[in-house]
């Protein structure tokens, strides 16, 4: 027993150093979006699929927010979460530095973050309304993380901006009360989008809710920055803001790793499946059929699957068929053409196969009528 008491602790938390508690949060948040990315990566992989930009944007985030959290243990270090009667002034220097990069960081990890998810809301669809809102979405986020950046970092003295404790600073409370409530609109916007995006397609009404269900995850983003928000007012009003400032910094924490994580829900395989729709779907495989036929019937020919290793596309075998007009007589010689182009890349056919689950093939056919 003297011994595991002898052993040095990895989070102290005592009366006076809750510092621990940062410390356990941010470890256990970067293990979980750290985990939460590869299985990303895993389920890219695993059905052939190519890597989107919002798989780019989310790894450089995670990459971001892993930055982030390494500056808070070592604020931690520095002393952060200990009473202010605890720090000497070198420390305390120290720690609002690190203090002000965390800041900065976590509003480019959150940024990021949604700006991934509107990527990926705008590959599903090919819709020019869709591409259209999405658009205006990425474009309110983006601004959104440069204009809170830039207010977080032109902050109370412009040669020394880090400085909070001890110095003059005005208005600092409401530059994060406008960054928190343009955080929660536009969290609210990417699920809106995505209950826009699936409102149009032909798909049962469950397989709606299980796809928005998948972007509703990003919900307790909202009531993580609410929460969050509350305790940085409390931590501002304190005479200790290094102690009292402890369950903010671990609210920032939780809302910077879930929100990595609530990314990369939606790229799960069920909830990829489920969106897979004809609308959805990516470049298919070219049919050649004809046939005559006044009552609106047509023979197809037989179309196969052929990957060679030198082309890894479709083969289609053409056995073209004809069949007497019905009893009916036709206005004109009828006749119906059904053809769809062939992919040449393998990544086309690859993305069109395997990324985006569906097997079936979507026919388009024209009708022509020669008089």
């Given at each position: 027993?003297?011994?595991?008491?002898?052993?040095?602790?990895?989070?102290?938390?005592?009366?006076d150093?809750?510092?621990?508690?940062?410390?356990?949060?941010?470890?256990?948040?970067?293990?979980?979006?750290?985990?939460?990315?590869f299985?990303?990566?895993?389920?890219?992989?695993?059905?052939?699929?190519?890597?989107?930009?919002?798989d780019?944007?989310?790894?450089?985030?995670?990459?971001?927010?892993?930055?982030?959290?390494?500056?808070?243990?070592?604020?931690v270090?520095?002393g952060?979460?200990?009473?202010?009667?605890?720090?000497?002034?070198?420390?305390?220097?120290?720690l609002?530095?690190?203090?002000?990069?965390?800041?900065?960081?976590?509003?480019?990890?959150l940024?990021?973050?949604?700006?991934?998810?509107?990527?990926?809301?705008r590959?599903?669809?090919r819709?020019?309304?869709?591409?259209?809102?999405?658009?205006?979405?990425?474009?309110v986020?983006?601004?959104?993380?440069?204009?809170?950046v830039?207010?977080?970092?032109?902050?109370?003295?412009?040669?020394?901006?880090?400085?909070?404790?001890?110095?003059?600073?005005?208005?600092?409370?409401?530059?994060?009360l406008?960054?928190?409530?343009?955080?929660?609109?536009t969290?609210?916007?990417?699920?809106?989008?995505?209950?826009?995006?699936?409102?149009?397609?032909?798909?049962?009404?469950?397989?709606?809710?299980?796809?928005?269900?998948?972007?509703?995850?990003?919900?307790?983003?909202?009531?993580?920055?609410?929460?969050?928000?509350?305790?940085l007012?409390?931590?501002?009003?304190?005479?200790?803001?290094?102690?009292?400032?402890?369950?903010?910094?671990?609210?920032?924490?939780?809302?910077?790793?879930?929100s990595?994580?609530?990314?990369?829900?939606?790229?799960?395989k069920?909830?990829?499946?489920?969106?897979?729709?004809?609308?959805?779907?990516?470049?298919?495989?070219?049919?050649?059929?004809?046939?005559?036929n006044s009552?609106?019937?047509?023979?197809?020919?037989?179309?196969?699957?052929?990957?060679t290793?030198?082309?890894?596309?479709?083969?289609?075998?053409?056995?073209k068929t004809?069949?007497p007009?019905?009893?009916?007589?036709?206005?004109?010689?009828?006749?119906?053409?059904?053809?769809?182009?062939?992919?040449?890349?393998?990544?086309?056919?690859?993305?069109?196969?395997?990324?985006?689950?569906?097997?079936?093939?979507?026919?388009?056919?024209?009708?022509e009528?020669?008089?």
């Open positions: 027993m003297s011994a595991i008491e002898g052993r040095p602790r990895v989070a102290k938390i005592s009366q150093d809750h510092g621990g508690m940062v410390t356990i949060a941010a470890a256990v948040g970067l293990t979980y979006s750290l985990l939460s990315f299985i990303r990566l895993y389920t890219r992989w695993a059905v052939g699929s190519r890597f989107e930009p919002g780019t944007t989310l790894g450089i985030a995670t990459l971001i927010g892993l930055g982030q959290s390494i500056v808070v243990l070592t604020g270090i520095q952060f979460g200990k009473a202010l009667k605890l720090l000497d002034p070198q420390h305390l220097l120290r609002e530095k690190l203090a002000y990069a965390g800041d900065l960081l976590l509003i480019i990890t940024c990021l973050s949604k700006c991934s998810v509107i990527l990926l809301l590959g599903f669809s819709k020019a309304n869709h591409s259209k809102a999405c658009k205006v979405i990425l474009g986020s983006t601004t959104w993380g440069v204009a809170s830039l207010a977080l970092a032109l902050r109370c003295e412009l040669n020394h901006p880090w400085l909070t404790i001890n110095a003059h600073c005005t208005h600092l409370f409401l530059r994060w406008l960054i928190a409530v343009f955080d929660m609109v969290e609210a916007a990417l699920v809106s989008m995505a209950i826009y995006l699936v409102y149009s397609l032909q798909m049962p009404w469950k397989r709606k809710a299980y796809v928005v269900s998948a972007f509703a995850f990003r919900f307790p983003i909202i009531v993580l920055a609410g929460l969050r928000l509350y305790y007012a409390l931590a501002y009003e304190s005479p200790d803001p290094t102690f009292a400032a402890v369950p903010a910094s671990i609210l920032s924490q939780a809302e910077m790793n879930y990595l994580i609530s990314a990369t829900i939606p790229c799960l069920p909830f990829m499946r489920a969106c897979n729709s004809g609308f959805l779907g990516g470049p298919l495989p070219r049919l050649r059929g004809s046939a005559y009552a609106g019937s047509y023979a197809l020919h037989s179309l196969h699957s052929d990957r290793p030198e082309t890894n596309g479709w083969r289609d075998s053409e056995q004809s069949r007009a019905s009893s009916r007589p036709a206005p004109a010689d009828a006749r119906t053409v059904v053809e769809q182009t062939p992919p040449g890349p393998r990544r086309e056919n690859a993305e069109s196969m395997e990324s985006r689950g569906s097997e079936h093939l979507i026919m388009q056919h024209t009708r009528w020669i008089v």
